[in-house]
T-cell receptor, first 118, second 114 residues
């Protein structure tokens, strides 16, 4: 399978705990994105990387959230001191900026990690 | 920022064509119009994108108005597997020089009846 994979698929945690999610992008893709989706809403952008560099962060990404992509391959998203409002689907996507213009920024999404904070 | 307007929901019967409209009247620039869809319990999936002329691929067709202020995603023969939320992504925010984030609205929930 050469798609975007996310782990775990589901996470249940208690308020105040820290959680970490992992995303493995399509192997040749240099860009990686994180989005958050709550019930009935479209995904909301959180942050994205080009290779190891984090190029943009949304205002939604509070100081409790941190994302890394240390070697330009997989990425982790950590939420510290989780709150009930953090309950959502966390989606990862990847894309390539290399190649034909038409292909640029077609993003390929994983199935997401569903977080429930009790 | 450019914004889009889509109907909240639409219904279709199986094997019939479906036309999903999107208004992007505040469009500017020369960026592509993108469409994605999200099937139940899955991440969004790229469908199609276009600039000025109509586009076809194996999944759908995209008809773009001459002034680029609206577009229509066309599913020629809807199947039950096409039941999903369809998102029209505002031009200028899907592409551009930085090719960065996608900005999703609430999309159109498509229901397909057998």
């Amino acid at each position: 399978d050469t798609g975007v994979s996310q782990d775990p698929r589901h996470k249940i945690t208690k308020r105040g705990q820290n959680v970490t999610f992992r995303c493995d992008p399509i192997s040749e893709h240099n860009r990686l994105y994180w989005y958050r989706q709550t019930l009935g809403q479209g995904p909301e952008f959180l942050t994205y990387f080009q290779n190891e560099a984090q190029l943009e962060k949304s205002r939604l990404l509070s100081d409790r959230f941190s994302a890394e992509r240390p070697k330009g391959s997989f990425s982790t998203l950590e939420i510290q001191r989780t709150e009930q409002g953090d309950s959502a689907m966390y989606l990862c996507a990847s894309s390539s900026t290399i190649g034909q213009t038409l292909a640029k920024n077609i993003q390929y999404f994983g199935a997401g990690t569903r977080l429930s904070v009790l | 920022d450019a914004k889009t307007t889509q109907p909240n929901s639409m219904e279709s019967n199986e094997e019939e064509p479906v036309h999903l409209p999107c208004n992007h009247s505040t469009i500017s620039g020369t960026d592509y119009i993108h469409w994605y869809r999200q099937l139940p319990s899955q991440g969004p999936e790229y469908v199609i994108h276009g600039l000025t002329s109509n586009v076809n691929n194996r999944m759908a067709s995209l008809a773009i108005a001459e002034d680029r202020k609206s577009s229509t995603l066309i599913l020629h023969r809807a199947t039950l597997r096409d039941a999903a939320v369809y998102y029209c992504i505002p031009p200028g925010l899907a592409g551009g020089t930085s090719y960065g984030k996608l900005t999703f609205g609430q999309g159109t929930i498509l229901t397909v009846h057998p």
